[in-house]
């Protein structure tokens, strides 16, 4: 049985890559970040089957302690401040967690753990205003926010681990991924969770920011399995993972308005506000090394993820209407 430890477990694809692993047989320990309300939504139907660990990024010596605990053969750092919008008013948080954090992780596995695989999750938000498209593993950095910055000083440390220390450390570049438990301040969860609102008379209007922003979207649950993929690899190195197909947030509202029969320019209202201050325009990559070297490919259309956000998201509003007719005794 191989052990893995999980940063960032309670997240989206914390959730699913590890459902993945104890599905595989894995020993999965989750590290846990100290909070007055924690929240296991996601993974509350396998929260027994996880092995939890205090720690956190900031604290080198936390992460330590969880890297002795848990003995790990693979070590995926998921964890960061990941909302782009929440890097601007907060660089610092931003840089402290999703940047010194990964040092922090790396440090931690080569002082107690030199030959466990690690994985950092990079981000296709570090192409910014992209130089070229499609973007793949040698396209040049020029990160548009806090937040795309900090990823790409996580992407180069890890790739400095590697050559200096020869870590197996390997970092996927990942694009737009969705899926029902992405948080709903995303664009893509925003969008679905208003229509299942504005379905069920709750909601109004949808305020929105550029709607012709181009992005490469996937789902996550097809993403994490390429995590795991990279650290079966016999070397380290560092893969694009993306569809190759371009979708802009207007399409992306058609999708999810005409899922429940509803026309989203009835319901979309311009607002400056949710415009970026500096903006990425345009992001596609091209995961031919992925499929090639890791046997990776999509299996989830970009159309059917919208429509399982849908469908989820009204289902999840039913039962707060539901609940809301209980009388509270």
Request: charged letters at 25%.
């Amino acid at each position: 049985m191989k052990n893995a430890l999980i940063t960032g477990i309670t997240g989206q694809d914390g959730s699913y890559l590890a459902e993945l692993l104890l599905q595989k047989g894995y020993k999965v320990y989750g590290l846990r970040r100290r909070t007055s309300t924690p929240n296991y939504e996601n993974v509350e139907h396998i929260r027994k089957e996880i092995e939890w660990i205090s720690g956190d990024l900031t604290d080198l010596a936390s992460l330590i302690q969880a890297v002795q605990i848990s003995m790990p053969d693979e070590v995926y750092n998921l964890a960061a401040q990941s909302f782009v919008e929440t890097s601007w008013p907060q660089p610092l948080l931003t840089g402290q967690i999703t940047a010194l954090g990964v040092t922090n992780m790396l440090e931690a596995v080569r002082m107690a753990r030199p030959y466990a695989k690690f994985y950092q999750a990079s981000s296709s938000e570090m192409f910014g205003k992209v130089v070229e498209t499609p973007q793949t593993e040698v396209t040049p950095f020029y990160p548009r926010s806090p937040y795309g910055v900090s990823k790409a000083y996580g992407h180069w440390i890890t790739v400095n681990y590697r050559e200096s220390f020869d870590m197996f450390a390997s970092s996927g570049i990942l694009f737009n991924h969705e899926s029902p438990r992405r948080g709903v301040e995303f664009v893509s969860r925003k969008v679905t969770d208003a229509v299942a609102r504005i379905k069920l008379g709750m909601q109004n209007e949808l305020r929105m920011g550029n709607l012709d922003a181009k992005r490469d979207w996937g789902y996550a649950g097809d993403f994490v399995k390429a995590m795991w993929l990279m650290l079966q690899q016999d070397t380290p190195d560092d893969f694009v993972i993306s569809t190759g197909e371009l979708h802009t947030v207007r399409e992306l509202l058609d999708v999810a308005f005409s899922y429940v029969d509803l026309n989203y320019m009835d319901y979309v209202v311009m607002d400056p506000k949710f415009i970026r201050p500096a903006e990425v325009d345009l992001l596609l990559g091209d995961c031919t090394k992925a499929k090639l070297t890791l046997g990776w490919k999509q299996e989830v259309s970009f159309t059917k993820m919208i429509q399982m956000m849908v469908e989820a998201d009204i289902k999840r509003v039913e039962w707060e209407l539901r609940t809301k007719l209980i009388p509270v005794i």
